[in-house]
């Protein structure tokens, strides 16, 4: 077992980064000088960096709570007035108010009670976290949900059909059984915005037959909850946009010293959760100047709450001085809190208009992972309908991988492979709610270190900080950010976030990471991409089947989504053939939106003279299943369908034109490759191997060593209950023209061995596994030999990693949500 890798100090602040990840040492060769790299205010922020530092801390808000003594501040619903506005739902008896408690008794696992709240529309505050005092008889854990429902009535059977589809419990706290009260906050892992909890509720216990006796509930949001912290830096959103942050208040002077570079600009964003206005300050002094009043001041004054305004600020004119940074707030108010987001002095590039230097790094990555995009459904691999003219263009201009093989099938699982070029086992990342240790060296902290601007544009839940993928990222546009009514069709609004904010750094180095979930159910795209090969005339009965079917769908999680398999189609009367031709012209219609937009980020990137400047890589997180194994949806099996996905390196005078390299590849060597191509060195951790050798000299495939491919799909019963796949643990390994699947755990019929010819089946559908003995020994072998390393360089946890740390390093880390 190799030896736990600790947290480096300030982990994605990059203050320090120990000996055995050299980063440093290729900086002269990387992408920026060592004279030339940006100061980050937040990395460089210390508790004595705050001066007039606010002694008390107070705050005019109401608490959100409910007692049941008579004394709570909360108005009850109405029509329930006996019980304070709640309501026992699903599997709970008994209920009432009794000595000053909210008492009742399970009759079953999913007992709920819920409440309806009066929700603010403009609202925009995010709950930071639930207390609750109460005591329970029996169980293990009590969980909190929410709705955002307009009805009157609480539907009770939904949300528990919610909760057995998603049995993890994110929003979750263990329970102490038996006679005594205890109080339990339960931490809220993703953005809930204050507008949209309009219903409630609590599943108490997990037990049947158990007496649970609740004292109080209180929503604690999160100006009640920063409003009793000092000041200092964090991880704060405005409207789902997160930032790595300064906050202050009115009374505070937040002061750096510093010297310039040549040709230095302060790029930052301000803003506040408070109504009230709020003046955001910069002062610049040079330390030379013999009255030392401010050579540059800035206001801006904000009106708006929960919106983040940019302010660049030109320091040309202090050039090579040293200086000293003020930042101040005022307003009416000594409560208001101003965040200064992401502040960071950056240096300027030459001339960006000029042609980079033969042989320079690019200056700019843009990562784009296309969520559920199969290989086989993309023109320039081959299929008939022309779904990707733009990316067939990227591929001709650029190289195109042939056979690339994600290394898990759902996104939750595979985004952490790509950002961290290590396997799955190793990543620890497998389930709903787990997060990547803050001990992993990630894709974005390795460029931010490197000098790089980082955006992270996410289109969904999983990519961004419910992850941990947010670290090393100086600004992340949660899914929360994106309009509700775009379902999954999140390209256009992506790219019309990225287009501004490139002009902005267009004479800095950057690196984007743009996940876009068009090919993503709900698979009907937006127009006019809707009637491209989908027949509109049949779009009613299309939906009619969808929502019929869902009576017959068995599996909680595929019934959610509306995911039938074959048998419950035929089950419903509805031919299997036709419902899957039906959503695979939507899926193929969405694919062709998603390009259109991928090809005004290239337009773009022309008019600002970036695009011999920027490498584009392109690829995909996993498949979809369309019944080719008798399923529909994704994350359920390794089948060929689901882990062979699209690669493309786009660069001109970069990447090699035409270059074809059909020799398999992984998603974990994307890492491995973008790090080289500007100079940097890979984490020794990494398990993917870089693609540069393929890239210079395709021809030199044969005299390279075969590197078997490997995906993972775990038993993941904790989230997804019900019969196999969930339970079934999948192992595939791709080596020497064959797929071998290991199938363990519950598999209910599924052979132990799968084998297949891997270019002749790339789709897994016949297994030759019986004909061929010796082949599926060796294989298996060679998978378990594979498999036991992988374990034993899994990450470590972040107690083990932080053990060593110093109190304010891990505050630091805390405050940044790298580690909880």
Request: charged fraction near 25%; glycine fraction near 6%.
């Amino acid at each position: 077992m190799s030896t736990p890798r600790r947290v480096r100090p300030a982990c994605a602040l990059c203050l320090a980064i120990l000996s055995s990840v050299p980063f440093a040492a290729c900086r002269n060769q990387a992408m920026q000088s060592e004279q030339s790299q940006p100061i980050r205010l937040v990395d460089h922020f210390k508790s004595d960096a705050i001066l007039g530092r606010a002694k008390e801390l107070t705050t005019r808000l109401e608490p959100c709570i409910w007692r049941f003594d008579g004394n709570s501040p909360s108005q009850p619903a109405g029509g329930q007035a006996e019980t304070r506005g709640w309501r026992a739902g699903h599997q709970v008896e008994e209920f009432r108010i009794t000595d000053g408690r909210l008492v009742g008794v399970s009759s079953g696992e999913y007992p709920l009670i819920g409440v309806e709240r009066t929700a603010q529309p403009d609202d925009h505050d995010l709950l930071h976290s639930v207390e609750i005092r109460m005591l329970a008889s029996a169980g293990r854990n009590c969980t909190v949900a929410f709705r955002d429902d307009e009805s009157d009535e609480l539907d009770f059977k939904k949300v528990a059909e919610e909760m057995q589809a998603f049995p993890s419990r994110p929003m979750s706290s263990p329970l102490m059984p038996g006679k005594d009260m205890h109080t339990y906050t339960i931490s809220i892992p993703f953005p809930v915005k204050a507008s949209a909890l309009k219903q409630f509720i609590l599943r108490p216990t997990d037990a049947a037959g158990t007496t649970f006796e609740i004292e109080s509930l209180r929503l604690i949001f999160r100006r009640e909850h920063l409003a009793a912290i000092p000041s200092g830096i964090g991880w704060h959103g405005l409207d789902g946009i997160f930032r790595e942050s300064i906050a202050s208040r009115p009374s505070e002077v937040v002061q750096f010293q510093m010297t310039l570079s040549s040709r230095p600009w302060l790029d930052m964003a301000v803003g506040t959760i408070d109504p009230q206005p709020a003046t955001f300050t910069v002062e610049v002094v040079a330390e030379t100047g013999a009255a030392k009043q401010p050579e540059i001041r800035i206001e801006r004054t904000v009106t708006r709450p929960h919106v983040w305004q940019r302010v660049p600020v030109e320091l040309s004119a202090l050039a090579g001085k040293s200086v000293t940074v003020k930042l101040s707030l005022s307003a009416d108010r000594p409560d208001v809190l101003g965040f200064w987001g992401s502040p960071v002095i950056r240096q300027r590039i030459a001339d960006p208009n000029q042609p980079p230097p033969v042989g320079s790094p690019p200056q700019g990555i843009i990562l784009i992972w296309a969520d559920t995009l199969r290989m086989d459904h993309l023109d320039v691999y081959g299929y008939e309908r022309p779904t990707a003219p733009v990316l067939k263009r990227m591929a001709a201009e650029g190289a195109i991988f042939n056979d690339c093989l994600s290394q898990a099938t759902w996104t939750k699982v595979s985004t952490p492979s790509l950002f961290t070029g290590l396997y799955p086992s190793s990543h620890t990342v497998q389930e709903f709610s787990d997060r990547l240790p803050a001990a992993a060296t990630t894709l974005a902290e390795a460029f931010r270190q490197a000098g790089s601007a980082t955006l992270s544009l996410s289109s969904i839940l999983f990519t961004g900080k419910f992850t941990n993928l947010h670290q090393g990222f100086e600004e992340v546009h949660e899914s929360d950010s994106l309009p509700k009514e775009l379902d999954s069709k999140t390209a256009r609004e992506c790219v019309d976030r990225l287009l501004p904010w490139l002009e902005a750094h267009r004479d800095v180095p950057f690196f984007v990471f743009l996940h876009v979930s068009d090919p993503h159910d709900p698979f009907q795209p937006l127009s006019p991409y809707d009637a491209l090969w989908a027949d509109p005339a049949h779009r009613q009965e299309h939906r009619d089947h969808a929502e019929k079917v869902k009576e017959f769908i068995a599996d909680p999680l595929m019934k959610r989504f509306g995911m039938p398999n074959r048998a419950e189609l035929a089950a419903a009367g509805i031919d299997p053939d036709e419902y899957v031709r039906r959503e695979i012209a939507d899926y193929d219609g969405s694919i062709r939106g998603m390009d259109a937009e991928i090809g005004r980020l290239l337009e773009r990137l022309a008019e600002l003279k970036l695009d011999r400047r920027t490498i584009i890589a392109f690829a995909s997180d996993h498949g979809e299943e369309f019944l080719e194994h008798g399923r529909m949806f994704h994350g359920q099996t390794v089948y060929g369908e689901l882990n062979r996905v699209p690669l493309i390196l786009w660069g001109p005078g970069r990447i090699p034109a035409g270059r074809i390299i059909d020799q398999t590849v992984e998603i974990v060597d994307v890492m491995p490759t973008l790090l080289e191509m500007c100079g940097l060195p890979s984490p020794p951790e990494v398990q993917g191997a870089s693609l540069m050798a393929l890239l210079d000299d395709p021809s030199a495939t044969a005299d390279l060593p075969s590197r078997p491919a490997f995906t993972e799909k775990a038993a993941t019963a904790g989230d997804m209950p019900g019969p196999p796949p969930h339970n079934t643990e999948s192992l595939s390994i791709v080596v020497d023209g064959w797929k071998l699947i290991r199938n363990s755990g519950d598999t209910e019929g599924l052979p132990e061995f799968e084998l297949y010819n891997h270019q002749d089946d790339p789709l897994n559908r016949h297994d030759v596994a019986t004909s061929h003995p010796d082949i599926v020994r060796q294989l298996a072998e060679r998978l378990e030999a594979w498999r036991k390393a992988t374990l034993e360089n899994r990450l470590p946890s972040d107690d083990e990693a932080t053990a060593d740390l110093e109190a304010e390093e891990l505050e630091r880390l805390r405050s940044l949500g790298y580690v909880n």
